[in-house]
């Protein structure tokens, strides 16, 4: 299966890993944009989950305690930011954007006794019988179980907002927070809980990066990940499995390039890298020629119950 | 053990001293540190007081950074291509398009956001992506000095007298570019004080509605407010790369883009505030350099404490925009 001279057996795999952690981080921030809130840092959260996970993943030597703590780290750094806008007003832009500095800034100063160490291999995770069918195996059945995982959690996120009362309850603080609030939904806490649940999720997309993207840590190695995931929210119309596609043609393009990359087409390597930053902006246009706005009502309006 | 928390107290504020104090009145460091200020501070003003006018407005321009990137492009191909000539109006001519090029740049989210109604935060941060893959590019082929043994980075403006942004009077860190923030310090005081365009500003960002139906066209302010921040933040990247920095490299831009946002907040949005929240960010630049120093501390340590300053500033947002009161039991 070789197109253009490249192997697509090798490609979709490739595919899948690189979008893996814009999915997760993606799929968090959804929900969180669902409940009413727009977290601007998700950057932060992703790096922060980086530098735990791999600091937790090289001393323990077990790649999954790695996540597990970069889900908590993240969350952790989420409820910073839940405290400042939900209980402090303060405003969620900037907020969000203090949340990435402040992410970047620490990250780097406990990554630096970690620079240049390489982390343990995460195990791949052949799914018996299906992993054995040619082509089709390798590609899509015979990877880590985080790239599972991403997928079960758009599966469930999908179903818990679409079908379930839970579901309702978040959509209808997100649309409308007074009548919400009218009903005697707990607005802030049920919104707290969505932005842990996002924090969660980039931190857990940013040990991705660390631990099976690149296996090693430097300084800023989420390179705007985090802002593609908020792009993709809006790519997505705050749509569980548009999320899913979305990530996955970022992904595409992403690995598309650095395969042009390395096979030396006679296209500038800085055009070729800058193109993911460039189709993002393109399909943001593309989003509101086609699509509709659907974001939910109340995005980015603080709320005190006395209001 | 009272002992040790007695230690610990002076330890840390040593380490405060170090950064905040030590910069400006130890006579070690102060000969350094004190042109340093207004060097630093320069360009991170001028670029925030660009920014708060559209934070004003409630438009989001977080991409000051590749506005800064590509006003020092423009403004260095400018200079490069009238090498060696000497001529006084070859330096007004960099202003002029390092101005240009962070207004394009700036425009790109505007007109982006007037005609396909996109979010200019995710496109003005991705513009800065771009940005920095164009300096890249530009830094090791197009404006690679010819002489530089094949090294990346353009000629170096101190080597070209017409081109360089010299001190105005020496060892005080004054150069064009800090005379420029603080002009546009104080237009924007005039702006929102005087001018009707200050108030149209501060309407669409309070009461949007209001706005609308007074008659303000949302599209001329947003194009405004980018446009204005674009231009300012491109003709910081001129200064810089003309002056303190001296060349096109790779990496010649050192995050003020990002920092001015801190800064607007800092400043509460008001120019003289940004004035001196500027002045303050600069101190622990330099504070952080001396602290990493004397102390060992990583330079990280210094964006930790300045996104922990806007942390606590917006943390007190409650107490001016809410009066405490005691429920008496």
Not at chain 1, 174 to 181: F, K, P, S
Not at chain 1, 273 to 301: D, E, Q
Not at chain 2, 54 to 67: L, R, T, V
Not at chain 2, 170 to 178: A, D, E, K, L, Q
């Amino acid at each position: 299966m070789v197109v253009f001279g490249i192997d697509l057996v090798l490609l979709i795999p490739a595919l899948m890993i690189s979008a893996t952690p814009v999915l997760l981080a993606a799929i968090g921030e959804a929900i969180v944009e669902k409940s009413g809130v727009l977290n601007l840092g998700v950057e932060g959260m992703m790096i922060i989950g980086a530098v735990i996970g791999f600091i937790i993943a090289v001393n323990t030597q077990i790649p999954i305690y790695g996540f597990l703590c970069a889900a908590i780290a993240g969350a952790l750094l989420s409820i910073i930011f839940a405290v400042l806008t939900q209980f402090m007003m303060s405003n969620q832009v900037a907020t969000g954007l203090g949340l990435t500095m402040v992410g970047l800034g620490l990250s780097a100063l406990i990554g630096k006794p970690y620079e240049g160490i390489k982390s343990p291999t995460l195990t791949k995770f052949e799914i018996p019988f299906l992993s054995d069918i040619p082509i089709l195996g390798p590609m899509f059945f015979s990877h880590d179980a985080i790239v599972y995982l991403s997928i079960l959690v758009v599966a469930v996120v999908a179903l818990i907002v679409n079908k379930t009362r839970w579901g309702l309850v978040l959509r209808a603080v997100g649309e409308n927070q007074e009548a919400a609030h009218a009903l005697g939904y707990k607005v802030v806490r049920i919104r707290f809980i969505a932005i842990m649940f996002g924090g969660a999720m980039a931190g857990l997309g940013g040990a991705y990066i660390s631990l099976a993207r690149v296996p090693q840590w430097t300084e800023g190695m989420t390179a705007g990940a985090g802002w593609i995931a908020l792009a993709l929210v809006v790519f997505a119309s705050w749509k569980p499995w548009r999320v899913l596609i979305g990530a996955y043609l970022f992904g595409g393009i992403t690995v598309l390039q650095l395969n042009l990359q390395a096979i030396g087409v006679a296209i500038p390597v800085e055009i070729l890298s800058m193109s993911p930053y460039l189709v993002t902006i393109v399909v943001l246009v593309g989003i509101s020629l086609f699509g509709h706005h659907t974001a939910p009502g109340s995005l980015a309006r603080p709320f005190h119950a006395s209001q | 053990m009272f002992g040790l928390l007695l230690d610990e107290f002076a330890s840390a504020f040593s380490a405060i001293k170090l950064i905040f104090w030590d910069p400006l009145f130890d006579e070690s460091f102060a000969s350094y540190a004190r042109p340093q200020l207004l060097v630093k501070a320069g360009p991170i003003i001028l670029i925030a007081v660009g920014l708060s006018i559209g934070f004003k407005a409630g438009i989001w321009n977080i991409g000051a950074e590749g506005q800064y990137i590509l006003g020092a492009i423009f403004g260095a191909s400018v200079a490069l291509s009238f090498y060696p000539q000497e001529s006084i109006f070859i330096f007004p001519a960099m202003v002029l398009a390092g101005a240009l090029g962070g207004f394009i740049w700036g425009l790109i989210p505007a007109l982006l956001k007037v005609y396909f109604k996109t979010n200019e935060i995710l496109v003005s941060l991705m513009l800065v992506y771009v940005a920095e893959n164009i300096l890249a590019s530009v830094s090791q082929g197009l404006l690679r000095n010819p002489d530089g043994m094949g090294f990346p980075g353009s000629r170096n403006f101190k080597d070209y007298p017409s081109a360089f942004n010299e001190e105005i009077i020496t060892n005080s860190g004054m150069h064009w570019g800090v005379i420029t923030a603080f002009i546009s310090v104080i237009l924007a005081y005039f702006l929102f004080l005087k001018h009707q365009k200050g108030y149209e500003i501060r309407i669409s960002g309070e009461a949007p509605k209001a706005a609308y139906f007074a008659g303000i066209n949302p599209s001329k302010t947003i194009i405004f407010c980018l446009g204005t921040s674009g231009l300012l933040a491109g003709m910081a990247g001129l200064f810089e790369v003309a002056g303190p920095a001296g060349q096109i490299t790779i990496s010649f831009n050192s995050g003020y883009g990002f920092t001015a946002i801190i800064v607007a907040f800092l400043g509460r949005l008001n120019p003289i505030g940004i004035l001196l929240a500027g002045l303050l960010m600069a101190l622990t630049y330099i504070g952080g350099e001396i602290a990493q120093l004397m102390l060992g501390l990583p330079g990280a340590s210094i964006q930790l404490l300045q996104g922990m300053l806007l942390f606590f500033l917006l943390a007190t947002d409650i107490f001016t925009n809410y009066r405490l009161k005691f429920r008496s039991l």
